[in-house]
Structures are given as C-alpha cells and as structure tokens.
C-alpha cells in the first residue's frame, strides 16, 4: 500500500471536513477501488458523523464485495458507474479550505502516511520570554529610561570583565594620559573633517567622547554600530582628558566557544513565517501542497511547526493596500488562516509568534494575540506567545523574532555586510549586539517597559525570522540563523520597493543536528 494513498486520502477526507481513525485510511487504501469506495463510505456516513470510523469502511467493503458477486444472469454488477469522478486528489486538484460552499476541513489527527511518533513522554516544549499580559509601559518619560537602564545593565553584565569599566563622571576628572575604560549605550556617531570617527557613549552617569582613528584596524567596525547598543571601548585619554582615543572595542557578542544543545532523538522542526493569508498574492497551492507533504512518510520525523509571524496579510498596513486584498474583513482573514491550519496533522505541535501584519501593537515587544484571535486560531491548541519570545525543543533553544529591525540593520549597514539577499548576514549583527532591536526611533518601533524583552541574555541555539520574505541560513558562532521565506508572491507594492520573494519554502531542520534541508513547494 503506496504511503502516498493514506496520505491523499486524508487531504480528501478533510477537504470534505471529516477526521478519519487511522485503520480506516488503511483500509482504504487498501481497497480494489479506494477512490469508489471513499465515495460510497462518505455517501453512507450518518448525517451527524464527523469521523470515518472503521466500522464504515468495513460496511462498505463487504457490501462492494456482495455486490460484485455474479448475479443470475452471470454478470457482475459494477461498483461504480462510468462517469463517476474520482473523490480523491491526485495532485492535479487541490481541495482550497476557502471555496464558496466547500465545507470547512475539520483539525486532522495524526497522519496514516506519516506515522509520526506522539509518545508525551519523547516531546518536550517550553517558552521563555513571552512578556503577553505582562506589558507595563504607560508611554511616560520613566519608562523610557527604565528600559534603557535595563538592557544597560543586562548586557553591559557581558562587558565589564572585559575592560576595565570606570562611569562617564569618573572619566571626565582623570587625569589626561591614563589608559581608561567604559561600558555604555552608542548615543552619537559621526566623522570628523579628518576622516576619523566620534563616538559618544552614554552611561547612567553622564556621556563621554571616543575618538576612532580611520588608520587602525578597527575603523571598519564603525560601519557596523547602530545608536542604541550596548559597547565597550579601552584607550588613552588625551592630555587635556577631554576625549579618549580607542585601542579597542568589544560587542556582547555570542561567545565563539558556544556549543548549541541538540537534541536526543532524531526529530525535526518545520520553521516557516509570512503567511499572509487574506492577500490576493498568498499561495494557496504551496501551502496545500506543504500541508499534503507533512501527512507523508518523508515528513513522519517533523513534530514541530513555528510560524514566526504574519499569519495575515492585515489591513491598512501599507498605502492602498486594500486593493491587494482577498479577504478584507480582519476577523475573516484570521478565520481563513485556521482553516488552512486544520491541513496541518494534529500531532504536530505548532507555535506561533506576532508580526507586523498581524493584529497586535506595532510596538516591539509584541504580545500575543488577544483572547478573541486566539478563540479563532484555535486549531490543535497552537501556542501562541509575544513577539520574540524563546521556545525549547526537546533541549534546544529557539529564539522566534519576527524581524522588522532587519529592514534598519539592511538600511544602516553597508551592502557587503547586510543585504535583503543574504537575511541570515543581517541576523548575525543581531546575535553580535546580543539585542534584536538595537536601535530606538528608526524604523522599528519600540514600546517602553519596565524591562527590555528584546535583550538576548541567554545565546539560543537557533535564531529564527521572517518579514523580510527573502530566505536564508547559516552559521555564527555556532548559532543557526534562518530567514525562512514567506508563502506570498510577489505583490504591486512589493514591486515598488524592489522586493523580490523567496516564497513557498520550508526549512526542515533536524533538531539532534542543527542541519538543514529545505523543501520547496512552489
């Protein structure tokens, strides 16, 4: 019995929104005619009957059989007519959970095809820093200093064994000469008429100046500062002590000696973002043929999905907008998304972040969506936690960030060193400031609280984003970096910013490994 019959057979059992027992499919597939004998199981199900029982498909089976013995004439009678059209998808028809007076797909269960493992005590997930319901920030002026106090503190923690730290006040009364050094925000950076660079670093006390010098080998780090982040710098004050020039400069950085967690078994996580549904440009082919591939034997070791944000395409979001949209009612956007997570095999347990489509605060840190989203997304009781937020997998970490500050780290940084076509580079700036929004007031925005949620205090082993719909991958200190793509195509607007997507993809990355391999279903 082909794998890929089970697997076809549930997609048509739920397009026509009936779950199925898993000796039922077998039995199915099973048959002389599994096409002719779904369609007669379906057309005697009871009118109340949401699942196909075993007991169903045994009737019919012994009915076909009774009905294929030869009659008095000799002739035997035909189990199907001669236009009857086959009830089950052979990839030519995709059953589309959206059609007017299609019924809606009910969730599945585990797939026959997969026959995925879903033994609790082989599982095991946690979330970390999912700050929903926790939002303390008012907007007022000590917010924002009790912020950037916080992640002054958290990662200049990571710094001070490092140099020898002395506060901006202590600095400005030390004699000119001295070797100094200092922990604090980048609060300015600017060149001088000579080519060399200013930075002014700012610490709860005070602010000072250091001078980089365009000759020593450090200057092209320069490029790589943004406002906002948390620095080290050691050097020589001048003799009038009112500036310090740099011998060197250190970031928090990921330690190059972390060695990532894995986990025991071989088991994989399917990590995709950018949903988009609602949009006249998502794909819904891709994602039934995503949805399909998770049901087979290729797929039987993925138990983990994470969506890293904009399951929705959102309204008003950017200038005429709704002029690309399929659905224009928010609500209903959310209500066609789950519909087309009901594909996805029950046994997979699946988490969910915020993005900037989505309907929550624009402001990072992002809160899970309210009681009323989650009432509608509530297909196979997803987790769904702020935006980032870190989610463990059987030992290994995984830090989910949507990734609106890669438009600011792409825009600020040189080409060579941050570009839409290579995401993952970008992602490695991130890791390297240890925050995945370094910058205040630019193009990502930033909500106050008490403390800062956007702070990397613990190095994940895996580093996971979206929204900039481009894919990519790789390695930093140890550390897998992936932007998986989007499943929308290219729009009019994304057309007037030069985006041009990397959608219908999934990496699949094996969890007892950190390897990846990526399926393409477009």
């Known amino acids: 019995m082909p794998l890929e ?26 048959a002389d005619d599994p096409h002719a004998t779904l369609e007669r199981v379906v057309e005697e199900l009871p009118a109340d009957a949401l699942v196909v029982q075993t007991d169903h498909v045994e009737a019919v089976l012994s009915a076909t059989e009774a009905d294929a013995k030869p009659t008095a004439g000799g ?16 990839g030519d028809r995709t059953a589309d959970p959206t059609a007017v007076g299609g019924a809606a797909p009910v969730e599945t269960g585990g797939s026959a095809g997969a026959n995925r493992s879903v033994d609790p005590e082989l599982r095991s997930l946690e979330i970390a820093g999912d ?39 202590a600095i400005q009364k030390m004699p000119g000469g001295g070797e100094v050094g200092m ?67 250190y970031f928090p950085d990921v330690p190059r000696t972390h060695k990532p967690s894995t986990a025991d078994r071989h088991v994989q996580a399917a990590l995709i973002s950018d949903v988009h549904v609602g949009s006249q ?13 998770l049901h087979t034997a290729e797929a039987q070791h993925v138990e983990y999905l994470l969506i890293a944000g904009d399951m929705v395409e959102g309204v008003g979001v950017y ?9 224009v009612d928010i609500y209903e956007q ?87 076509d290579d995401p993952h580079k970008a992602m490695f700036h991130l890791l390297k400031k240890r925050h995945v929004a370094p910058q205040f007031g630019g193009h990502t925005r930033l909500a106050p609280e008490e403390e800062d949620y956007l702070v990397m205090e613990e190095v994940p082993d895996i580093f996971h984003t979206g929204h900039v719909h481009k894919l990519g991958f790789g390695k930093y200190h140890n550390v897998l970096a992936i932007n998986s793509g989007c499943w ?19 990496p699949i990355v094996d969890l007892d490994t950190l390897d990846v391999t990526v399926q393409k279903f477009s």
């Open 183 to 249: 922990v604090g925000l980048v609060n300015d950076i600017r060149s001088t008429a000579s080519g060399h660079w200013l930075i002014e670093l700012e610490d709860a006390t005070g602010t000072f100046p250091w001078l980089v010098m365009k000759d020593r080998e450090y200057a092209d780090l320069v490029e790589e500062l943004l406002c906002d982040e948390v620095l080290a710098m050691e050097g020589t004050l001048a003799d009038d002590s009112g500036i310090a020039f740099v011998d060197s400069m």
């Open 131 to 169: 700050m929903t319901g926790d939002s303390t920030g008012t907007g007022e002026y000590e917010d924002f200093v009790a912020v950037f106090r916080d992640r002054l503190e958290k990662l200049g923690s990571k710094l001070r064994g490092r140099v020898n730290h002395r506060p901006a006040t």
């Open 5 to 30: 019959a089970s697997a076809r057979i549930v997609s048509e059992l739920t397009s026509r929104g009936y779950n199925a027992e898993r000796e039922a499919v077998t039995k199915l597939a099973s």
């Open 488 to 506: 929308q195509s290219q729009t009019d607007f994304q057309k007037s910013v030069n985006i041009d997507p990397d959608a219908g993809f999934a």
């Open 75 to 90: 002739q035997q009678s035909p189990a199907t007519t001669e236009n009857e059209d086959p009830s089950v998808s052979t």
């Open 334 to 420: 959310y209500e066609v998304f789950n519909e087309y997570l009901k594909q996805v095999p029950g046994d997979i347990e699946i988490v969910m972040i915020p993005g900037n489509h989505d309907a929550v605060r624009l402001a990072e840190p992002q809160p899970g969506f309210d009681e009323n989203l989650r009432e509608i997304m509530s297909a196979h009781d997803s987790r769904i936690v702020s935006n980032p937020s870190t989610v463990t997998l059987e030992g290994v970490s995984v830090l989910m960030y949507h990734g609106v500050s890669l438009d600011e780290v792409i825009a600020e940084l040189p080409e060579e060193k941050a570009s839409y």
């Open 281 to 293: 440009e998502f794909m819904h082919d891709a994602w039934n043929a995503f949805a399909d591939w």
């Open 319 to 327: 200038p005429n907008q709704d002029e690309e949209l399929d659905v």
